[in-house]
């Protein structure tokens, strides 16, 4: 039996940015003292399921999706818990503080989260540092990229492009993030001249760097849930054109009504402004999922990601057509125990 409800009722007592801060250092700290890390090995880990995608062998499919793990300072914790991949990030290019708090709330009720926080972290040098002691194959390990708050729309692209100049080398795979509702006017990145014009030049600057690299990093873009048919549309025939790997779908939502279940009627935070993660936002992240595998059709490569909280939904989103899966608000309301869960049932 799982002990991970009474924790979280204790966790729950708190304030949620300090709890995440807190089991974020332990299993950091975890992940650096060999036996600890070992016994968290053997009671997490799962049987290997080796997969192919975008030329890399993940063990399995589930993986940490963005934010959980901003600066990269407990990947070596995470790896220990089962997961096949972890994305890092969203790093940007200067440490910057993020949004004023409270900017992160718990709806229980719903099983969701409320977050604002506006890419706060410590800047690529720093993250920098923290990937260059990565043991080569331990983990597949992304790195999902934004701009900075003060970096003005028109001139973005130069800190997509320093940080893949800086990340390139030192991840496993990287992902241009235009879909944080919290960045004001990042995701007009999402609209067609914008992402052809910074994909291009990703575009370009992965081709005169591949040979001194030695290898080709794959590039992957991640969406909103809350783009149109044409706005979709436009994405695909984008990344399709400028050769990007893949697509991570979904962000969180900014929307609020008509979700199943009904935040509104459920929980008094559903009114805190920012991006909605969790239960009530699988039904848009599925539907997008089950879209973009009709228009991209067989060979495009999706990462599924929003509302998975168990096997059902991880089952719901792989029948959909995502060749790998993400959690981020599931491992909060049911543990670590999420990812054996998933795969072993
Ligand atoms: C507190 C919090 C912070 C997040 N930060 C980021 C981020 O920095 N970059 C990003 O691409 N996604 C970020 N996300 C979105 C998640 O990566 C994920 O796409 C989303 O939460 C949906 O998955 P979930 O329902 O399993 O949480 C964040 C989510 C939460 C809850």
Redesign the pocket.
């Known amino acids: 039996m799982s002990l991970y409800p009474i924790v979280r009722e204790i966790l729950f007592r708190f304030d ?2 300090v709890v ?1 801060k807190l089991t974020l250092n332990l299993i950091g700290l975890c992940g650096r003292v060999p036996p600890i890390a070992f016994l968290l090995r053997h009671i997490y880990s799962v049987p290997a399921q080796p997969i192919e995608c975008f030329g890399l062998t993940f063990p399995n499919r589930i993986g940490l ?4 793990d ?1 600066d990269g300072t407990a990947w070596h914790g995470l790896a220990c818990l089962g997961f096949g991949h972890i ?1 890092i ?2 790093v940007t290019p200067k440490a910057q503080p993020g949004n004023p708090k409270p900017r ?1 709330f718990r709806l229980p009720e719903a099983q ?4 604002r ?1 506006g ?1 706060p ?1 410590r800047g690529a040098e720093f993250v920098a540092r923290q990937l260059r002691r990565k043991i080569p194959a331990e983990v597949i390990l992304g790195v ?1 990229l ?1 701009k900075n708050k003060d970096t003005p729309l028109e001139r973005a692209a130069e800190d997509y492009l320093t940080l893949f100049d800086i990340f390139a080398p030192l991840a496993d795979y990287l ?1 241009v ?1 235009v ?2 509702p919290n960045t004001l006017g990042l995701r007009q990145l999402q609209a067609r001249q914008a992402l052809d014009e910074l994909l291009d030049k990703l575009y370009q600057r992965r081709q005169e760097t591949q040979k001194a690299l030695g290898k080709r990093v794959p590039v992957l873009v ?1 969406i909103a849930p809350d783009l149109a048919d044409r706005e979709l549309d436009d994405v695909l025939e984008v990344v399709a054109l400028r050769g990007m790997d893949g697509i ?1 779908a ?3 939502t900014v929307r609020r009504q008509d979700l199943t279940p009904d935040i509104l009627k459920l929980s008094p935070n559903a009114s805190e402004s920012g ?1 909605l ?3 009530p ?2 039904w848009l ?1 599925l539907a997008m999922v089950r879209k973009i595998r009709q228009r991209a059709g067989e060979r495009l490569p999706i990462i599924g ?5 168990g096997r059902d939904q991880a089952k719901a989103m792989l029948d959909a057509g995502a060749n790998l899966l ?7 309301y049911r543990g670590p125990g999420l990812v054996k869960e998933i795969v072993v049932g």
């Open positions: 949620p940015e995440h999706a963005a934010g959980y901003k994305e990030g969203t992160l969701a989260l409320i977050n926080m890419f972290g999902n934004g992902v993030n879909s944080s991640k991570i979904t962000n969180t991006g993660s969790g239960l936002l699988f992240s990601v929003g509302g998975i909280m993400q959690v981020y608000t599931g491992l909060v």
